[in-house]
């Protein structure tokens, strides 16, 4: 089963929205364990999760489905949003914002009591069958006035925040998730943890629980820490050469300065 350390009460209130058949946000940083959260609860649950990564040119059709030409004529072919709801699975949609408004309003009548979803091209009318979840994130780092959620459409979803780890909690996911030793996963938290913390430099994101993984592997592979942690971590966060000369600095005040 996916690896998923718990930070609070998330799984708790994962379950009792899935039992009242509520639709799910999950809101926070890039890397912080949002989808393996949602994969880790499906499993748990015993249901199929459709994942969809978000993307402005996303439509209504990616997530409904389409009619298509094969050998033997026209056919249509559901969508992951319409499979989710005849099998009562989770259809799990990542960063939603980035999807176009005309492609989210079909979400509407999913995400309150009615649980129906209108096929226009085919007629149909599905009621989610038993099981049927909505579950949908986003980074609200990214937001702005173009991009951000509308309060109507927030007010539909039960609610969950989630920020990074931890220390130890953090220590515990990188030990788990790299196969690295206790000693490593905290020298890793200890320079994320620096990094997370810095002001003076004007970084888009802060480092994330996944790039210490990344790092923690490309160690375990045979790299001087140095290499990887500079491939691994700190060329990610920024493309700006001074800044990562200046973030190098940070990983030989935690790991030493190779001779």
Request: one cysteine or more; proline letters at 6%; a negative charge.
């Amino acid at each position: 089963m996916t690896f998923y350390q718990p930070v609070g009460n998330e799984i708790e209130l994962f379950q009792a929205a899935a039992d009242n058949g509520l639709p799910v946000l999950i809101k926070g940083p890039t890397g912080c364990g949002k989808t393996r959260f949602v994969r880790y609860m499906a499993e748990k649950l015993k249901r199929p999760v459709y994942t969809v990564a978000c993307h402005d040119d996303l439509t209504a059709a990616d997530l409904v489905g389409r009619h298509l030409i094969g050998p033997e004529g026209t056919y249509w072919q559901d969508g992951p949003l319409t499979r989710a709801v005849r099998e009562g699975g989770i259809c799990y949609l990542d960063e939603v914002v980035e999807a176009r408004k005309d492609t989210t309003v079909v979400l509407h009548p999913l995400a309150d009591d009615r649980r129906e979803l209108p096929i226009e091209r085919t007629g149909e009318l599905l009621t989610a069958a038993p099981g049927f979840m909505l579950v949908v994130s986003y980074n609200p780092g990214y937001q702005s006035l173009l991009k951000g959620m509308k309060p109507s459409t927030r007010q539909r979803f039960v609610s969950l925040r989630f920020d990074y780890p931890s220390e130890e909690a953090e220590q515990t996911i990188v030990a788990e998730e790299s196969g690295c030793d206790r000693d490593l996963a905290k020298q890793l938290v200890n320079l994320a943890t620096a990094l997370r913390n810095l002001k003076d430099h004007d970084l888009e994101e802060a480092a994330s629980t996944r790039l210490l993984i990344h790092t923690a592997l490309l160690i375990r592979a045979g790299l001087p820490a140095e290499i990887a942690c500079r491939a691994g971590m700190i060329e990610p966060l920024s493309d700006d050469e001074a800044t990562v000369i200046s973030l190098m600095e940070v990983v030989y005040a935690v790991f030493g300065r190779p001779e």
